[in-house]
């Protein structure tokens, strides 16, 4: 059993996750090195999202001409998320509708998504698209198998000390980050169904940012094969310690690119009746409210913490499960992700 130093458990406490969804039923033990046993899976997340989306809709199938499928966590390289789904859904979806992958595109994939199935739309009218997100973190998780964690101002203070070297530093900050990425990241999938008749969903306009600053690239990246001896060579996920500042910045610039926009039906958030935000961590949320003027305790964003608080950083899916769970529609709302490119996408979503 590892033991976690009060800074560490004071940390994760602060994440603002109080549960998550994990596709390992036994998820404790994998910490502690046991075996995985996994009872679902990023392919198997998507394709029950998308038989319920169609079946909780109750139309005809065979007017969903295009399936867009976006994953960070892909339980395989080839083939993709898209043509599994396929491949699990015969008698459900057509043979003959398009597909088309978005995998590693981050968190802020959904709009980008959603902007591909309106392109689509505009040239065949009456059909519709289905877009699903769909993410296992878990089995990427490295196990915790070092006997004692610290904290990342411990760890400092450690090596001010002299009592860590560079590489002993280094390897213990990593392993904090392991044990911090155990308990944020959640397991999930969502389905939207997009159509442009009256009574769909609507996005636009929505406003894109990549890159502002060429450093902004290597804020948030993935190894393929990882070096770390607990890793055992899966893929290995690296954050930078500005990530919530340059997050709020994205966000911010592409929210009032949005507003500005002169299609936009509202100039201001006071306008939005909901701004769903992607659920980075509580920190992050905090940072891009502040940003916004926006109180984290008011309605507007309360649907951003609650799916943090209820299943963690979904990555692709965040905003999707907000989308999906937002019964009542007082206006328009504004829908905002960030993360690994670095990129942002901001939108207002309303009915049509």
């Known amino acids: 059993m590892h033991k976690l130093s009060p800074e560490l458990i004071n940390a994760i406490s602060t994440l603002g996750v109080h549960q998550r969804f994990s596709t390992l039923e036994n998820y404790p033990d994998f910490l502690c090195g046991k075996p995985k046993i996994a009872s679902s899976s990023t392919s198997k997340l998507g394709v029950a999202a ?7 809709w109750g139309g005809d199938p065979n007017r969903i001409g295009l399936l867009v499928a976006a994953t960070n966590t892909p339980d395989q390289m080839l083939p993709c998320l898209a043509s599994e789904i396929m491949g699990k859904t015969h008698g459900l979806l057509s043979r003959s ?3 088309v992958n978005m995998q590693a595109q981050g968190c802020s994939v959904l709009l980008k998504s959603v902007e591909v199935a309106q392109w689509y739309l505009a040239s065949n009218p009456g059909k519709l698209a ?7 973190h878990t089995p990427y998780v490295a196990p915790l198998l070092r006997p ?8 400092i203070k450690l090596r001010k000390e002299g009592k ?3 590489d002993q530093f280094e390897q213990q900050r990593l392993d904090t980050t392991f044990v911090i990425q155990s308990m944020l990241f959640g397991d999930g999938a969502v389905a939207l169904l997009v159509g442009s008749e009256e009574g769909k969903p609507a996005f636009g306009p929505i406003s894109h940012l990549t890159n502002d600053e060429p450093a902004d690239m290597d804020l948030l990246t993935m190894v393929s094969n990882s070096s770390h001896p607990f890793l055992k060579g899966r893929p290995q996920y690296f954050m930078q310690p500005n990530v919530p500042s340059r997050g709020s910045h994205y966000a ?6 949005v507003l500005d926009h002169p299609d936009s039906p509202v100039s201001d958030l006071t306008e939005v009746s909901d701004c769903l935000i992607h659920t980075g961590s509580k920190k992050i949320l905090d940072g891009v409210c502040s940003q916004l003027d926006l109180e984290p305790e008011s309605a507007k964003v309360h ?12 990555s692709s899916a965040s905003t999707g499960f907000m989308l999906a769970e937002k019964n009542e529609w007082s206006g328009p709302t504004m829908v905002v992700g960030f993360g690994v490119g670095f990129t942002a996408s901001a939108g207002i979503m309303n009915f049509n």
Do not use: F, H
């Not at 964690?149 to 760890?155: A, L």
């Not at 649907?303 to 950083?313: A, C, D, F, I, T």
């Open 148 to 155: 004692e964690y610290s904290g990342y101002r411990e760890i």
């Open 97 to 99: 509708l398009r597909t």
């Open 50 to 56: 998308t038989k319920r989306c169609i079946n909780e």
């Open 130 to 136: 289905i877009v699903v997100m769909a993410e296992a």
């Open 164 to 166: 860590l070297d560079p």
């Open 303 to 314: 649907s951003s913490y609650n799916v943090l608080q209820r299943y963690g950083n979904l």
């Open 252 to 257: 911010v610039t592409t929210v009032k690119n």
